[in-house]
């Protein structure tokens, strides 16, 4: 039963390390935000809204363009017909059968209120909002391969834990079996070894099945090929960050987060929007053009069987009376929706100097967890050093050296995830100020 257990854990070695060197990659973090802005499913929406933004604006200036009319007209025309006021005396009035028309208009807007330029400027702010949005949902698809991609640098470091474990435990295992023979261990021990060591073996399985997990879901937002297994670039630990102070990352915040650019966009989009409505209670100017041939003259008596040809170009000038009782309502929604705009983007500003206030405490505190680590990876190793000459003296048994192996590789797995937390809680700061 114990051959078996050591061929399962055997097995399950060789089928990791066979997964790691299918299609396996050392991959830095910024590589991976780099496949992600040209292959991640994540972005397309907005990349789209972003093109649909722009195809607006194109639309909006159209409106600057004249409008040109033309139209062609082929009729048949009756016979008319004459009687005196009392409708009496009845005479049929012979009418040319065969009517054509066409006509050509062009109408050039000169002055609109307003209505045309500021709709571009409207189409415009739009597609500065849309793209505000693409940033946000960037910085917000690069937290998460942030997170992941740390995760799965932890698991390896713990798969690593739990791997040296396994090989101690196993040759306690056979050193205690060698004493039983011997008569000098009891059978209870080599049992509590087993099921430390069945623990073990299942937590390695468990450990795994996170890396797969882990790798699949940075494969597949990062939008790289399917099969790849990413090994993190273990030079990320060696980076010499910045530590500013908290008013540094708050003046970031202010000048780069998405968040707070949307929310300024939005209430300058609602002020456009105010400056549309009240451009309606303004007239309309613009030049006219126009040619029309018709054929035949019938205002004469008899008709006359020709075509009647003019053109005309002057300037008109429209004004929506209506509108000076009709907008009031449509004026007063425009102000409303502006003054919400401003409570969100008060609201905006004030979660974003929450957020990276927290996430500076955050950061601040990684640094503190990484001394005291070095603290403990110090007192392990001396304490490591100690037991392993007594061990070797004869003064200490072989569970004193097990544990002291296991809290000197405890310690340094705390180590190394203390230095990536202070990474994480880095790339924190720089999502939640828009600079990531």
Known sequence: MN?????AWLIIVLLSDGLCAYGQNIVSLEDIFATAETNSNQLRPSFATELEAQREISIAKTNLLPDINTTLSVSYIGNGFTTKRNYSDYQVAPIPHLGTGLSLTVSQPIYSGGAISNGIKLAEMKMTAARYVTDLSRDNLRIQLTGFYLDIYKYHNLREVVTNNIMAAQAILAEMRARYEQGTVLWNDIT????????????????NNTLAILNTNLVTLSGMSEGSIIIPDTTILHRSLPVYGEDWWQQEATCNSPSLQLARTDVQICRQVERLVKADRLPKIGINAGWTMDGPILVEVPPINRNLSYWYVGLGISYNISSLYKNNKALSKSLA????ALDQLQVANENTTLAVRSDYIKYMEAY???????????????NYNTTATRYSEGMALITDMLDATNARLDAEQQLVNARINIIYYYYKLLFTTGTI
Not at 3 to 7: D, M, T, V
Not at 337 to 340: D, E, G, H, R
Not at 368 to 382: D, G, I, Y
């Open 3 to 7: 051959n078996l257990r050591l061929l």
């Open 337 to 340: 929706t502006s003054a919400k």
């Open 192 to 207: 509590r070894y087993e099921l430390l060591l069945s623990n073990l073996d299942l937590q390695l399985v468990k450990i």
């Open 368 to 382: 503190e967890e990484l001394k005291q680590q070095q603290k403990s990876v110090e007192l392990a190793t001396r």
